[in-house]
């Protein structure tokens, strides 16, 4: 499967940006899939974790009702919704999608999208 993940841009502190992961090959049902981010200086981190079923398992405490993931089976989309957002989100956001189980360490990740830069200026 290939990832194409896009909607970054520059937003003032509070505001919203949607991310999309698209996916072609392989529909989305046969991976689990995850949202990680990576600021300047910093480890990967993972912020959501959706299962095959595209049920939500995990957010990260940082993210945690300012963040929701969805998934649309229809498009073979992964969106990522981020409201209240705070100059500390500022990173580089990736989607990824792994086979079978879901995971939380990027490493286990075996897709990668090429990343889009969130910048929220304060």
């Known amino acids: 499967v290939q990832l194409q993940a896009s909607g970054g841009g520059l937003v003032q502190a509070g505001g919203s940006l949607r991310l999309s992961c698209t996916a072609s090959?392989?529909?989305?049902?046969?991976?689990?899939q995850g949202w990680f981010r990576q600021a300047p200086g910093k480890e990967r981190e993972i912020i959501t974790v959706?299962?095959?079923?595209?049920?939500?398992?995990y957010y990260a405490d940082s993210v945690k009702g300012r963040f929701t993931v969805s998934r649309d089976d229809a498009k073979n989309r992964v969106y990522l919704q981020m409201n209240s957002l705070k100059p500390e989100d500022t990173a580089v956001y990736y989607c990824?999608?792994?086979?079978?189980?879901?995971?939380?360490?990027?490493?286990?990740?075996?897709?990668w999208g090429q990343g889009t830069l969130v910048t929220v200026s304060s």
């Open positions: 090959g392989r529909t989305f049902g046969y991976y689990a």
């Open positions: 959706l299962n095959r079923s595209g049920i939500v398992i």
């Open positions: 990824a999608a792994k086979r079978y189980t879901s995971s939380y360490s990027p490493s286990d990740y075996e897709y």
